[in-house]
């Protein structure tokens, strides 16, 4: 079993749709980051997250650390949104990242 | 917040050559990291970058193949020798402190 399980592993939207995107993970870990990776390759750190919630623009991520799930959710889906979203976990007493398989999201106009 | 630069963005080389990829920082950092992300695949850890030593390698991964310099607390370079077409990859550098990371935009290698 993998240490991190993202899910969908692809997901088409309509441009204005809710989109969620599941992470579980394995691992103890002290916090778990949202990486967003363009088509080109370069990857943009969206949150750093070790409790609760944050809230960036339409971009909202969540984790609870006792399940070791955590979601993020974009509101208003745009075509610029089209990406692949990476959950990697931070482990804990370590620097090292755990990284999900992504899951490539494509909105629609 | 940091800004990584990685030079160069792609590169297209033979079989049997080696190549550098420079990672810049524009802020000190105390960890530097590179990665492989073959196609398709999910980013892997080559290695931690080292200020003043020697890199720490992950498992599958030999100083032989990915030498690493770190020379200060800003810049590193991971050289990718002898390519084959399996070495065909994005090489991407991240850096940061403290819990916070940042990634370059990486580099695209094709060797053929």
Known sequence: ?109 | SAVISQKPSRDICQRGTSLTIQCQVDSQVTMMFWYRQQPGQSLTLIATANQGSEATYESGFVIDKFPISRPNLTFSTLTVSNMSPEDSSIYLCSGGDAGELFFGEGSRLTVL
């Not at chain 1, 799930?69 to 979203?85: E, F, G, N």
Request: proline share 5%; hydrophobic share 35%.
């Open chain 1, 1 to 109: 079993k993998n240490e991190v399980e993202q899910s969908p592993q692809n997901l088409t939207a309509q441009e204005g749709e809710f989109i969620t995107i599941n992470c579980s993970y394995s691992v103890g870990i002290s916090a778990l980051h949202w990486l967003q990776q363009h088509p080109g390759g370069g990857i943009v750190s969206l949150f750093m997250l070790s409790s609760g919630k944050k809230k960036h623009g339409r971009l909202i991520a969540t984790i609870n650390i006792q399940e070791k799930h955590s979601s993020l959710h974009i509101t208003a889906s745009h075509p610029r949104d089209s990406a692949v979203y990476i959950c990697a976990p931070w482990r804990a007493g370590s620097y090292q990242l755990t990284f999900g398989k992504g899951t490539k999201l494509s909105v629609i106009p």
